[in-house]
């Protein structure tokens, strides 16, 4: 059957009768239809298991407060007797801890600001700018999201190695000033952006840098939000490559500091754990103010 | 005598200079993030490629010796059990994290209160770092102190010995990397299935569909090329698992977690064999590299963008 005949009248169609089954079918979409039927009882099912999600963060706090002949103890503490703050001043007085922070703070600053600027302007130039190679380097681009790290890795510490900079924090920024992935965001939002606004631009004389930098990038705030908020997760949580790149203590990040923890305080579980609560606070603080952000380009670059 | 240019001209030339001043705009805007992306992902492909070939110890450039690494890699114990310690990973997590996440995204579809809190908890773990969360479950599940033997020994249960015990320890780290990664695939299941039209599903429910066979029939056809990218971007994140495995159990207890990546890393920087490493990880990108092109030629094939 054609479009064209579907769209005929049926002949002897029984008018009561179809009424009555539309009828019925709502009737039965209103008993078991799929946002209607009482929704409310998945409460019973999501609040345990979204409890259970949370617990051992909740569960990490609660011990970082705990003594270490509390924590010992069996059956475990539930409750910190009081609230010992002994693990968080041993973690920030006796380790490099403060250090580690800090070097954690610069990468993933410089990371984002960096990749703020330079994918938006690459993913811009894809978008609008009409050059000689575009297709191909945006095709490369997207095709380096096949390449997996670990096949990489260890020319990447080569070239590191030649260029001097491993053991210092360039070898953790540099591979992070920009990504495939950051720039695809940015392209698929640019490409839904409205022309009109920077021809505008352009007939009032404005050159291209003075149209990105002064009416597109204001206008790109939400695409940059989510950005900047995943570079920040990403870079903060990084753990295999600044492994690999860095040896010396002082030049840790706070995912390699931690690691540390793991032998040379082992009877010493408030510091580990105050550590933990310090490491994670940073991106759970950043993903819970942008949250809604986060989800969208997460959603986003999956449907792109 | 300088002929008046005919108009024809005036445009063409008019055309060359914008398309140069194009050229010249996009390679300085896109220039430096062309350079640092393909710099750092397709000279080290190559360079693992030659190294691949040699027998170099990271410090020195090492040998050629053709493919031995390649011929070494087909008997080696420690890559067998390396390969089946990830695809185990993989069997345990990627059915359970799918169903589950598809389920949990159904609830939350629904005219639910308290979506926002429940979104929230959901992506903590997935947001945390895995470091601080191997930390956190070697804590957890400490076979003396930890609260889970606790818990077992209250309700008369015997202790285990989790991630010290060589039968355990990969099943432990699938539960936990399950917790990690639940709230992703709850989240892209949930915009996946915001997106199915409401008409639809009313239409499926006129012509006489139930609930089951509504979500049999419209709703897991509607959403399969989301599964298809859940399922790959899975595997490819199971064969990179290692932050959780450096953090717990370092590959044991008697190579019981060892896996792919963690393995790599092994032979590169702690023993100093980088060109057998490299040679390993090319296997491993070969692998992910079929999967992934399998998977994208069966979503093309069923019309499934991806």
Known sequence: MTSEQALQPVPDIDIALHRARIKEAEQRMRRSGWRRRMPQRGHLILMPLSIIMVLPFVWMVLTSFMTNSEINRIPPTILPHHLYTGGYSSVLASSDFPYWFLNSLIVSGTAVLAQLVLCSMAGYAFARIQFRGSTVMLILLLATALIPFQLTVIPTFLIFHKLGLINTLGALIVPQLTSALGIYLMYSFFQSFPRELEEAGRIDGCSRLQVFWKIVLPLARPALAALGIITFIYAWNDLFWPLIAITSSHTFTVQVGLTTFQGEHETQWPSVMAGTVLTTAPVLLVFLVGQRRFVQAITGAVKG | ?306
């Open chain 2, 1 to 306: 005598m300088a002929a008046i240019p005919d108009e024809a001209t005036v445009a063409r030339d008019a055309n060359r200079r914008i398309r140069r001043s194009g050229n010249l705009a996009g390679w300085a805007f896109a220039g430096p993030s062309v350079f640092i992306v393909l710099g750092l992902s397709f000279i080290p492909m190559f360079w693992a490629g030659y190294l691949s070939l040699t027998n170099s110890d990271l410090v020195s450039g090492g040998h050629f010796i053709g493919f031995a690494n390649y011929a070494a890699l087909r008997s080696d114990p420690m890559l067998r059990q390396a390969f089946t310690n990830t695809l185990l990973l993989a069997v345990l997590y990627l059915p359970i994290g799918l169903a589950a996440g598809l389920g949990v995204a159904i609830m939350l579809n629904q005219k639910i209160k308290l979506i926002g809190f429940y979104r929230t908890c959901f992506l903590v773990p997935f947001v945390a770092s895995a470091a601080a969360e191997g930390l956190l479950f070697g804590f957890i599940f400490d076979p003396d102190f930890g609260i889970v033997n606790a818990g077992l020994n209250a309700v008369g249960l015997p202790r285990q010995g989790f991630l010290q015990d060589p039968s355990e320890a990969l099943v432990v780290l699938a539960i936990v990397y399950f917790w990690t990664q639940f709230g992703f695939n709850i989240v892209i299941y949930l915009a996946a299935l915001q997106d199915i039209p409401k008409e639809v599903l009313e239409a499926a429910s006129i012509d006489g569909a139930g609930k089951w066979s509504t979500f049999w029939h419209v709703v897991v056809p509607t959403i399969r090329p989301v599964t298809i990218f859940l399922l790959v971007w899975g595997l490819i994140d199971v064969f990179q698992f290692f932050d959780l495995v450096y953090t717990t159990t370092k590959g044991g207890p008697l190579n019981s977690t060892l896996t792919l990546v963690y393995y790599i890393w092994e032979l590169a920087f702690n023993f100093f064999t980088a060109g057998y490493g490299a040679a390993v990880a090319y296997v491993l990108f070969f692998t992910s590299l079929i999967v992934t092109i399998a998977a994208l030629v069966y979503g093309r094939r069923n019309r499934v963008a991806l």
